[in-house]
C-alpha cells in the first residue's frame, strides 16, 4: 500500500505506485485545490491560476483519480467538494481528520505567555497561528485588528508563524498603528495560543487546520472564516462564531462580541474543547487508521503489523500514517 498526501506529493506517489505495480494506492485529500470548480467563484482559490490552468490541472487530478484505490479526506466538506468536483469517486472516501497531540496542549491559558511576550495582564489578547501567506489572509487579521481597537485600543495582538507576507503584515500593522506582536515560528505554537482571549482563523480556505483544532483543545473562543473543513468543526453559538472570508470588519465585530460576553464566550470555548479532546485524540485516530487499511488490504483490523505495511509519501508534513483519524463511514 501507498498512501499519499499532498498536490505534488499525491500525484508523483500516486504514479510512482502504479508504475511499480503497488496493489492499493490511497491519497489523502487536505482541502480544495484552486482548480477544483467550486459554487464561490470569488473564492481566492480560483483568482490564482488563469482558466486554462484550472482545467488543466483539474484534467490530471481527475485522471489521478481513476488509479486511486480510495481517498481520505480530512473533513466532511472536503469530502464533499471532492465529489463535487469529480476528483473522487462516491463511495470511495473516508472522512479522516488530523488527530491532535493533546497532551502536549495546555488545558486552559499558560498563565506565563503574557509575561514573556511582554503583554499586560488587563489588555484584551487576540492572536492567530499559521502561515503568513495569502491562504491565511493575515493582511485581514491586521485589518481586524486595527477595527478592533477603535472600541478597545487596550487590545494587543498576537501573530505566531512566518512566510511570504509576513514583510507585509509588519507593514500594514504600522500603516494602521497596531500593536501586533509577530513571533515568528513557534515550536510551542499551542502553548502561546492557550493565552489567547479569543482565537481568530482569517484563512480564505482551509481543509481542517491544525492549529485551531489545537486552540480549540486548549478551550479557546474561537472566530473563524466559514470556510471548507472549518464549518464542520466550529459550530455557530456553540463553539465559536463564524463570518464570512474576506471580511474584516464581520472578524471584529465578532471578537467584540467574545470580548464583551465573556461567559459565553468561555462556555463555547469550554464545548470546542471538549469536542476536540472527544474526537481528536491522537490514540484514536492511529487505531481507526489502522482499521481501514486493514479493510483495504484485505485483513483483520490491526495495530502496527497492519499500519506498517503502508508507506507514505508528501510533501510539507510528518509522520502522517500517525497523524489522522477517521471519524465517519464512507462518505
Known amino acids: 500500500m501507498v498512501h499519499a498526501h499532498t498536490a505534488k506529493g499525491g500525484s508523483l506517489g500516486r504514479l510512482a505506485a502504479r508504475a511499480c505495480g503497488t496493489p492499493i494506492v490511497l491519497y489523502t485529500l487536505h482541502g480544495r485545490d484552486p ?7 470569488s473564492a481566492y482559490l480560483q483568482e490564482t491560476l488563469s482558466r486554462p490552468a484550472r482545467r488543466l490541472f483539474l484534467f490530471l487530478e481527475r485522471s489521478l483519480g481513476r488509479v486511486t484505490d480510495g481517498f481520505i479526506a480530512v473533513a466532511p466538506t472536503v469530502a464533499r467538494q471532492a465529489l463535487e468536483a469529480r476528483v473522487a469517486r462516491p463511495g470511495a472516501i473516508d472522512v479522516v481528520p488530523s488527530g491532535v497531540d493533546l497532551e502536549a496542549i495546555p488545558r486552559k491559558a499558560d498563565s506565563t505567555v503574557r509575561d514573556e511576550l511582554g503583554i499586560p495582564r488587563y489588555a484584551p489578547l487576540i492572536g492567530t497561528v499559521g502561515r503568513l501567506d495569502p491562504q491565511k489572509a493575515p493582511l485581514d487579521f491586521i485589518r481586524m485588528a486595527a477595527l478592533v481597537v477603535e472600541a478597545r485600543p487596550e487590545a494587543r495582538f498576537v501573530m505566531v508563524g512566518d512566510g511570504e507576507l509576513a514583510g507585509d503584515a509588519r507593514r500594514e500593522a504600522d500603516r494602521l498603528g497596531v500593536r501586533v506582536t509577530f513571533t515568528g515560528f513557534r515550536s510551542d505554537a ?9 482565537y481568530v482563523v482569517s484563512s480564505v480556505y482551509e481543509g481542517l487546520g491544525r492549529a485551531l483544532t489545537e486552540a480549540m483543545a486548549s ?14 468543526v466550529v459550530e455557530p453559538g456553540a463553539t465559536g462564531l463564524l463570518v464570512s472570508p474576506r471580511d474584516p470588519r464581520g472578524l471584529a465585530e465578532a471578537v467584540g462580541w467574545m470580548l464583551s460576553h465573556p461567559g459565553e464566550a468561555e462556555r463555547m470555548g469550554g464545548a470546542g474543547r471538549a469536542l476536540v479532546r472527544r474526537l481528536f485524540a491522537a490514540t484514536l485516530m492511529r487505531a481507526v487508521l489502522a482499521q481501514a487499511y486493514g479493510r483495504y488490504l484485505g485483513v483483520s483490523s490491526g495495530g502496527p503489523a497492519v499500519a506498517g505495511r503502508a508507506a507514505v509519501m508528501g510533501t510539507g508534513h510528518s509522520s502522517q500514517a500517525g497523524e489522522i483519524l477517521l471519524l465517519s463511514k464512507k462518505s
Open 35 to 41: 482548480w477544483w470548480p467550486l459554487r464561490d467563484r
Open 219 to 232: 478551550g479557546r473562543p474561537i472566530v473563524a472564516t466559514a470556510v471548507d473543513g472549518v464549518v464542520d
Open 190 to 198: 499551542a502553548r502561546i495560543a492557550s493565552a489567547f482571549d479569543v
